[in-house]
């Protein structure tokens, strides 16, 4: 019974959490206008730049994660920095566990980076010429990097929230943390746009061991990182 209880509790604290995050992010728009532009605005500017060369599909893979990585630089970190800036922070410790928000927070950050998306990658496909040669592949690539960006995201930038350069902090610290995990996200994504000299079961397995691990860490720190 109170085992129960504590489960139900425990959703209805991920639920608000989350649709807080998502009402206020509709109403300003602020992260969701930012990653969106650059996720816009960057394969637009190298479709012009190399309007006559055809890359490789490793190198098309590696921008498209080096796009979406600094695009999720812009965004993401204000999920907790905007709590720290308006004073509601201390209000979530109070009302909320450290776990509800963690997991509310962790699903904001992967809807933003899905609504993004839906629109960055068939641009970023469209002018730079890849084809998309395993459809399931760059589905289940995209999904499996959008969730460690998000878990990661979450738990930096709730450190990052707390010191004063909090704008440059959090790119200083993601950069080396996920940089196996980004390139093993190209080798998975250039396989998908039809790169023969890779195995995407072993990128596959990579990511998902990658991302079990910030879900560990995320469970783990995360309470002593944010109280």
């Not at 085992?3 to 959703?11: I, P, Q």
């Amino acid at each position: 019974m109170h085992g129960h209880k504590s489960s139900a509790n425990f959703l209805q604290s991920f639920k608000a959490v989350f649709w807080k995050d998502v009402l206020s992010e509709w109403r300003s728009r602020a992260a969701l206008g930012a990653v969106a532009l650059f996720s816009l605005a960057a394969p637009v500017t190298l479709g012009y730049s190399l309007a006559r060369q055809t890359l490789p599909p490793e190198l098309q893979g590696g921008l498209l994660w080096v796009v979406l990585f600094f695009a999720a630089c812009i965004g993401l970190p204000r999920a907790f920095v905007k709590e720290e800036e308006a004073g509601t922070g201390a209000l979530l410790r109070l009302h909320f566990g450290s776990d509800a928000v963690f997991w509310g927070k962790a699903a904001g950050q992967m809807a933003l980076l899905l609504a993004t998306q839906l629109g960055a990658i068939p641009v970023f496909v469209l002018l730079l010429g890849a084809r998309v040669s395993h459809f399931e592949l760059l589905l289940w690539t995209t999904l499996g990097g959008d969730l460690g960006l998000a878990l990661s995201s979450t738990l930096i930038g709730a450190m990052a929230a707390q010191a004063r350069g909090r704008g440059a902090l959090f790119p200083a610290l993601a950069a080396p943390i996920l940089l196996p995990f980004l390139a093993t996200l190209s080798v998975a994504t250039s396989v998908a746009f039809g790169f023969k000299g890779a195995d995407a079961n072993s990128a596959l397995m990579v990511i998902a061991a990658f991302d079990l691990a910030l879900v560990g860490a995320g469970v783990l720190m995360f309470e002593l990182v944010w109280k």
